[in-house]
Structure formats: C-alpha cells, structure tokens
C-alpha cells in the first residue's frame, strides 16, 4: 500500500489584501477568524485550509490603491512544490506579484506571470510554482485594481507538493502489505513443504516509488525475528534506492529443522514517513517423504520374506514354455514431500538367485507427489522347474526404509502339450468332421483292393516328456474300425519342446458308403484322451480292358502292332482271311456291361468292310477280372494297308467307349501265277545291329520262310577275335526272333532283343531260318558293347538319382551287386562302397565340391 | 564352382517334393500324380525356423530319391548360411550345400531301404533374417524324383 505523504508546511506568509480605494483605507482583517501570525502551518494537499491571515505591524495595509507587501514569517518549501492561492469569496483582485526570498532574502522577483489575474468567482486560483530548495516566503505583494473594494478577499487555499519516499516489498511480483501476517504462496511468504534438513530460498524485492531518495537504515538492514530456521541468505546490495533508482533485492532462505509450520518477521527500517518499519511474516512447513508398496492393495512390509498371494508376492505356478505371469505393485507416497526413487531407470532391482525369471516390464515414475502413487509391473517367466525366488529392492530417500526390500516368488513348472497333425494341419481334439484338409477324410477308393495311407503326427508342444499310455498306443474304434488299420504305430515318450512322432493309418474299405471310425490316443497331456474321427467311402466301379494275344491295348490305341493281335499281317485278297481274337476283362469290383446293344463291337473306319466281327462278346463281364472274348476276321478286299477302329460302348467311368486301332495289309497270292503253296527252304540275311548298349543289342535280318512255317533265331556270342574259333562254339547264345515262327512266301524283317551282353565287348552274331525243309545261316556280323561311365550303376549311360539310390543302397546292405556293379559304385576306389562313395556320388551329380575330379 | 558339402544320414521314411513354399499351401495335382505339401514355417523355442515336407499318393513303390538342382531353391528372407536340410522317416540327405553366395542350395536325399507313398520326407531349418516373412520354395522344374522301383516320377 502506498501513501502519498503530503507534507504541507506553511509558516505563513502574511498576505496583505491590498485594497486600493480612491476614499478611505479599506482593511483587510477579515481574512480569518483566528488569524495567527508568524507560525508554521502543516497542510494536507488538496484541502482548503483556510485561517491564512497576516500578523504584525508589516502586514497592516494602508488605504490606497496599489501595491502592499505582507512579509512572510515562515513558508518552508523543502523541494519542488506549487503554491496555489484562492479567492474564496469570489473579489476580483490582482495578484501582482509574489515575492520568494530564500533565507538570505535574496528577492525572487518577477518569477512566474506577473502580474497574473485572479478572475471573481469561486475557485479562482493563481498558481505559483518556485524552483527546488528551502525558500521562505517572506513577503507576498498583492495588488488591487479596485481601489474601493467593498467586498471581502479572503485568500484561504495553499495548496502544497512536496518531495518523499515511499517502500513496497514485491515477492513473486506481488506486493506484500507492510504488517502482513498471513503468509502465502502467491507472494512468496509462504514457502511450502520443505524436506527437514534441506534448504529453500525466496527472493524478495524492495522497491521505491516516492519521489525521494529511500533510505534502508536498519544493521541489517533486513531483519528477521521468529523461527531460528529463517535466514537471511543475501541481504540488499545498498542501503538506499534514489527516486527512480534500481530496486534491490535481498534473499530469506528456510531450512527446517523439523517437520510442522516455521515462521518467522521480516522486518526492514526505512524512512517512509508511515512505513516504518516495514514488516510482514515467511512461513514454511516441514515434510519428509514416506515410501509403501502395496501388492493387490495389500501393504507389503519393508523387508517382509514372507511371499504370498494376498499381497501378489507370490506369483504362484507357471510352466517354463507357457505364458508370462505378470503382477503390478503400486508404490504410495504417504509422506509430505516428494518421494524420489535415486536408483537408475527402473528404478526398482531383481536380486537373487531367481532373479533372472523375474522381469521389470512396467517402469515406475521415478518422483512420486506427496499422497500420490506410481506403478511398476514384474513378469514372472521361469526357466527352469521349481520354485524361483528373488528380492524386490527400490531405493528411495525415505529416511528410514531405504532401500525398501520384499522377496518374491514362483514356482516353474513343466507339462506335456499334445497336437495331432495330418496333412502338417493341426487335427482339433474331439474333432468329428473328417476333412480331406488334415487328412482325416481318405476320399474314395474302390473296396476291391483300393487302399489309402495317412500319415499322422503327435507333436509335444510342452515342456514336459509326453507318455503315450493306450493299448494301442493309437486306437481304432467305431462302426467300420475295421477298414482302418495302425500300418505304423507311434512311438512313446515323446521328447518335450516339439518332439513328435508318426503313425500311419491305411484304409481299406470292406463295403460300400462311408466308413466312420474313431481314432484314439490315451497320453498324460491336458488332451486325454486325444480323439478324432476319420472317414472314407467304399466304392465300386467297372474298369475295362481288353487284351489281344495276353497283351493289354489301351483304349485309344491308334498304332496297331502284331504284338497285341492289333495288325493282322498279310493276308491273300483271293479269298484268305485272318481272325484274331480279344478278350475283355473286368477288373473293377462292379459288373461291366457293353451298352452299345446289337452289335456290341462296332468297326468303324475306312475299311471297315474288310473287318468282321464274327462272333460278338458277351454284354456282361462279372467284376473281379470275370472276361468274354469277341473274334475279328480280316477279309482284305484290296491289296495294301487296311485300316479300322473298333468301339466299344462301356459303363467304365472313364474308357467309355473303349477304341483302338486294327489294321491288315491285303496282298496278292503271286504275281507269276506259279503255284504259290510250295514249301521251300528258308532264305536269312543277316541284318544291323542297333540300340547297342554295355549289355544289350537289337538285331535285325531278313527272311523268306519258303512258305513254310519257319523258324527264326539270332545266335551269337564274344567274337573273341576277328574270326570265330574254330574248336569252340561262336555262337554260344540263341535268341529267338520277335517274329519267330514265320510264314508266307515274301521277304520279311525280324529282329531280336540281344541281353545279358559283357561291356565293352565285340560280339558276332547271324540270323538263322529254319523249317522242314532245311537251315538258312545269314552272314556273320559284329558289334561292340559299349562301356560304362563310373557311377553308372543302372548302366542307362547317365549318372543321376537313380544311381545314387542304388549306391546308398549298396552302401546300406539293401542291396547285393554284382562285382561289375560294385566297382562302378566305389567311387573313390577305397574298394569298399560305403557312405562316402555315396556323398561323393551325390555331390558329383549336384556338380558340387566332393564329387569325382 | 565349387563348395562346401554337408551329408547327414538318417533312418525313416520317403517323400517328394514338388513344390514347397512358406505358406502352407497344397501343390494341386490332377489325380494318381504325386501329391506334395509343406507345413507353414514353424519357429521353434530357440528361434530357429523349420518347415516339414511331406508326400502322398507317390507311384512306383513310392517315393525313394529326390534331388533338387541348382536354381531349384528360393528363399525369402532366410539367412542362407544357417540352412540345414535332415531327412526323415528313413531319408538319408546325402549332400546338401546352401552356402552362400550361391543364389540358391542343391541336395540330394534317398531313401535306400523302401519307398514311401505317402508321409514326411525332409525337414529344413533355418533362421530368418530382416524383418519379413521367411519363405522357401523349391521349382518343380530343377526337382528330380525317383520311385522305389527305380524310375523317376514324372511330375
């Protein structure tokens, strides 16, 4: 608060009222009531005072017009300041002039408007203002116009600035009232909860905002009374603020020494005239911080070694492979000043020998308000079976539970985990809707041989071993159980963490429609037993074939072959015919019906009319290979290639109608019109040999058998030699003709299939035709057998997978090779086969390092 | 080039692969033809990733021998020198090489004692590497297969 000190001293002036008139002396005592003279007078700014008068022989005014000096006893200025006069009746004066003189009444004359008017009426004022300094007002001169005033003029108002100091005290830009006594934070008085022991400071600043110099004149010049734990930290930078000056701050530092309010005066002398001292009260409370943690809203005692579940230190069971436990704690401040965690970020330890199971997850604040709480969270994920202990550390400036310690603790625990997989999918245990997905769906397959094998896999996701304890250890149960056998038991224990092991189920239906079992697998798993249904369908179908000379022909066959009865050969087209059989078979597990109707077999094709169907097959074939046969006449009725197609209309599912290609070539009897039904002696030519390879040879001669049934062979043997020996067999081997017996009058082409030859051989050989009417030898010709490449173990002249099969076989024991097998697989000539010439085999066929150089 | 081999034999079963790849998918076939699938990738415990190969419906006996080329294996996001090919149910995984830089691995793997028609065959581990998906895929074009009986599997 300020106050505007206005220090009013006026030791008056005597003011002469000079009333001039033209007759008579006009007096001027009528001023005031109480007229003094000579004494100093104090005035509040702003007021009227009125009393000025004049005393004393100097202030008695003559009659007459003009000028009239009053002397002043006493009018102190001790600075800059106006002087305002009044007419309060409201007389038309003059005022002349006014006359300062400072002690040493040096005549201040002619300063301001001189003469200056002071109008009639109320209010008039006339102002003066003299320079700065002690002056003394020791003579007013007034003068009138009026000679003959007939009014009063009463000068009332002095009217006085003045110079002075005035303190404010700021805290935190808030002016504090001088006495204050109620501290608060807004000012900064009050100080707040301080921690005991620790020390805290405000700043306050000191301001003045008079118009003269402030003076601090206390030692110290800042004071302070009260609480001992008050200071003054910094006391003020001077002992005086000029009007105008710098402001000076001073600082009061409060270390509590115990807890509760402190307070203290701060008091300040100073030469504000009602300021003086200056005082108003710090105040602060001292606080401590005060750490508990509570578990599940349960308090945990400092150092408590006892965990429980009520108090969520104990974290109780939790398998090694399974899901995190994780428990939250809440640590509480209930103290009265900030509670701080001093350890690094997390702030809280795991210590202990199982403290590596235990993981801080959620991190606590680290500074927790007073009556405020922060969180952490610990994750309990053990590693090993059994119990894991650990100790709970948070370290804290709490005075006395630093650090703050609990144990914890859990138990690990282990467990098989069972899965059943098929088709690598995860079969549901109870699972009752068989899918082809995961295998447990086998589709259809014919009861009469048709069999399906699944493969299925026990997986032990778990931590602990997995006991398979059926008998079986995979059952199979339900209506058509039966249809499905355990081809492949699994194999108990499985190892923990993905061991796993398979069992195979095949399935062969016994009747038709589906075929629902259960299959079982009793196990010391959560999943006991595990079960799951399996299905598949029995069916029955047709299957079509047909058969020329044992030989099956394909349906669809288009390249007719003497081989499968298919080509019937020459044939006279005087009248000579040529029938061949076929037979059908039904090997499927249903009745085959023909369902073309009259005729069952029809010929179709160009020469169709050189065909005949002479005897049609039955139009039911009972199933399990039940057959018929049909006979087919050729009948050429031209010279040269006849061709036809028979089709047969079937209810096989997928041959229907069953077709294949026949084909004659009709031909004249002779062209001489000799006799063509004479037997002769056979003629050979000896052919080319083809298709040779390290073991095996094709053949080929020409014969004409003499119209005589003749038969034809191919004889050879080593050469051993450009000649044959002459005292051993040259032709050790016989092989007879593909063609063999022939027939007929013309030149014909045979060949034979040459095997079981030596590699890298030259071997002779010559066709031979032999009837009833003698032997015909072709020439001798040769050829070599080719040799074969080192690890060409099937000796088909390339070196790939089917080679490295047969080495890992024999490498294995699977297999017994002859010893040109087995020099051919010991790859690295150690004269053993074994892995190695495996690996070497293989990694020569990959064409990667290892393989032969 | 040359390089590395890593052979491995184990005793078990047979199985072909036509077509392997991380998502877990059926290879579709037209029927009687050789029915090939992969398992998802799995990751176990440790980190390591693994994918099981299995086969049905193998003709000749079954299957008895399966050799992928080079160019015959792509990963995706696979750390190629931590590959490791074994056989199962029997298969003996006579050389495997995917060490890089070689753009993709080569094995061979027979089984020399049967066939097998339908059942697992070989299992790869490996562990990935960036962030993606790991993925492995093996072109049907650079895969041989061959039956019990000794013939190679048309695919």
Redo the contacts between chains.
């Keep these: 608060m300020r106050f505007r000190i206005k220090r009013v001293l006026v030791s008056l002036a005597i003011l002469v009222a000079v009333i001039s008139g033209a007759q008579g002396a006009e007096y001027i005592d009528s001023f005031d009531d109480a007229p003094f003279a000579g004494n100093p007078t104090n005035f509040t700014t702003g007021e009227a005072s009125r009393g000025l008068s004049y005393a004393g022989a100097n202030c008695d005014f003559g009659y007459s017009a003009g000028n009239k000096n009053v002397n002043a006893l006493a009018l102190v200025f001790p600075g800059e300041a106006s002087i305002t006069i009044t007419s309060r009746a409201g007389g038309s004066f003059v005022f002349k002039s006014l006359y300062l003189d400072t002690l040493q009444a040096a005549t201040i004359s002619g300063t301001g408007d001189q003469p200056f008017t002071i109008n009639v009426g109320a209010g008039s004022t006339g102002t003066f203002s003299p320079t700065a300094g002690d002056r003394i007002v020791n003579q007013v001169q007034i003068a009138t116009v009026d000679p003959h005033p007939d009014f009063d003029i009463i000068f009332d108002t002095v009217t006085v600035d003045l110079a002075a100091p005035e303190i404010d005290i700021e805290g935190n830009a808030t002016s504090i009232e001088d006495g204050d006594n109620s501290p608060v934070a807004t000012d900064h008085t009050h100080f707040g909860n301080i921690v005991v022991g620790e020390s805290f400071d405000r700043t306050f600043t000191i301001q003045n905002e008079g118009d003269a110099e402030l003076t601090l004149d206390g030692d110290p010049i800042v004071g302070l009374t009260g609480s001992g734990d008050f200071s003054v930290e910094t006391q003020p930078a001077a002992d005086s603020i000029d009007d105008g000056g710098a402001d000076l701050t001073f600082v009061v530092r409060c270390t509590p020494s115990g807890t509760g309010d402190r307070t203290a005066t701060v008091s300040i002398d100073n030469n504000d005239s009602n300021e003086h001292p200056y005082t108003f009260d710090v105040r602060a409370t001292g606080a401590v911080p005060e750490i508990d943690v509570q578990g599940d809203g349960v308090s945990i005692a400092d150092g408590d070694d006892t965990p429980d579940p009520v108090d969520d230190t104990d974290f109780g069971d939790s398998d090694i ?1 399974g899901e995190s436990v994780g428990h939250t704690f809440t640590i509480h401040n209930t103290g009265n000043a900030e509670l701080t965690l001093t350890d690094p970020s997390p702030f809280v330890t795991i210590e202990g020998d199982g403290a590596g199971d235990f993981e801080i997850t959620t991190v606590p604040d680290s500074s927790i308000d007073p009556a405020g709480s922060t969180t952490f969270v610990v994750e309990f994920d053990p590693s090993v079976e059994g119990d894991r202990e650990a100790t709970i550390s948070i370290a804290s400036d709490d005075a006395d539970e630093d650090p703050y310690t609990f144990d914890i603790i859990g138990t690990g625990t282990v467990a098989p985990q069972i899965d059943i997989l098929g ?2 999918q995860i079969i549901p245990n109870g699972d009752t809707t068989p899918d082809a997905a995961d295998d447990t769906d086998f589709g259809q397959h014919d009861i009469a041989g048709g069999t399906q ?3 299925f ?1 026990i997986q032990n996701t778990g931590s602990g071993e997995l006991t398979l304890d059926g008998d079986p250890l995979a059952e199979v149960t339900g209506p058509a159980a039966g249809d499905f056998d355990i081809s492949l038991e699994p194999v108990s224990p499985v190892t923990a ?2 061991g796993e092991t ?1 069992f ?1 189920i095949t399935f062969n239906p016994s009747a038709l429609g589906d075929r629902e079992a259960s299959i079982s697998v009793a196990n010391d798993a959560d999943k006991d037993p595990y079960t799951f249904d399996i299905l598949g369908q029995g069916t029955s179908a047709p299957e079509m074939d047909i058969q020329g000379t044992g030989q099956s022909i394909p349906s669809g066959d288009i390249t007719p072959a003497a081989i499968d009865d298919t080509d019937f050969g020459d044939t006279h087209v005087d009248g000579a015919t040529e029938t061949h059989t076929f037979t059908i078979e039904n090997t499927g597990s249903a009745q085959l019906n023909l369902t073309n109707g009259d005729p069952l077999v029809v010929v179709e094709g160009d020469h169709a009319i050189d065909f005949t169907v002479v005897q049609q097959p039955a139009a039911a074939i009972a199933a399990s290979r039940g057959t018929t046969t049909f006979d087919v006449r050729f009948d050429p009725s031209e010279t040269g290639l006849r061709t036809a197609t028979l089709r047969i209309a079937n209810d096989d599912g997928d041959e229907n109608p069953y077709t294949f290609a026949i084909q004659g070539t009709g031909v004249f009897p002779s062209q001489s019109g000799a006799p063509v039904f004479v037997s002769q002696a056979a003629t050979a030519t000896t052919g080319d040999a083809s298709a040779v390879t390290h073991s095996t040879a094709r053949v080929e001669g020409t014969v004409n058998p003499g119209n005589t049934s003749t038969t034809v062979t191919f004889e050879f043997g080593p050469a051993n030699g450009s000649a044959p020996s002459s005292n051993a067999d040259p032709y050790p081997f016989v092989a007879v003709a593909e063609q063999s017996p022939v027939d007929g009058t013309g030149i014909l082409t045979v060949h034979a299939f040459l095997q079981n030859l030596q590699m890298d051989c030259v071997y002779q050989y010559r066709v031979v035709a032999k009837n009833t009417n003698g032997v015909c030898y072709g020439a001798r010709k040769t050829f070599k057998t080719h040799s074969l490449e080192r690890g060409d173990l ?1 000796a088909d002249y390339m070196i ?3 080679d ?3 080495c ?2 024999i ?2 024991g ?1 297999l017994v090779a002859n010893d040109q097998v087995l020099t051919q697989a010991d790859f690295d000539d150690d004269g053993d086969v074994d ?1 190695e010439d ?2 070497r ?3 020569y ?6 393989g032969e150089e | ?5 890593q ?1 491995h ?1 184990i005793l078990g ?1 047979v199985a072909i692969v036509l077509l392997l790849t991380g998502c ?1 998918t059926w290879w579709e076939v037209a029927d009687s033809t050789p029915q090939v ?4 990738p799995y990751q ?2 440790n980190g390591a990733w693994e994918v ?1 190969l ?1 086969v ?1 419906d193998m003709p000749g006996g079954g299957l ?4 992928v ?2 160019g015959g294996f792509v990963f995706t996001n696979i750390d190629e020198d931590s590959i490791y090919a074994s056989g199962l ?1 029997g298969f ?1 995984v ?2 495997q ?1 995917f060490s890089a830089p070689s753009p993709s691995g ?3 793997a ?4 049967a066939g097998i ?4 065959v070989l299992k790869l581990s490996f562990r990935a590497k960036g962030t993606g998906t790991p993925a492995v895929s093996i072109q049907s074009s650079k895969l ?3 039956s019990d009986e ?3 599997i048309e695919q």
């Design positions: 492979l088709n690598s094998t699944h493969t896999t963490v993905d398979t195979e099937n790939d997978l089917l490295i099969r047969i890992a076989q490498a294995t699977y892995l495996v690996q085999l293989s990694a066929v990959l064409g990667i390092e290892g | 080039m040359r390089r590395g081999i052979s034999l079963c877990s699938l992969a398992s998802a176990q415990p099981t299995s049905a008895a021998g399966i050799l080329q080079e149910n003996l006579t050389a090489d080569v094995l061979a027979v089984h020399p004692a028609t339908a059942g697992k041989v297969l061959s000794g013939t190679i």
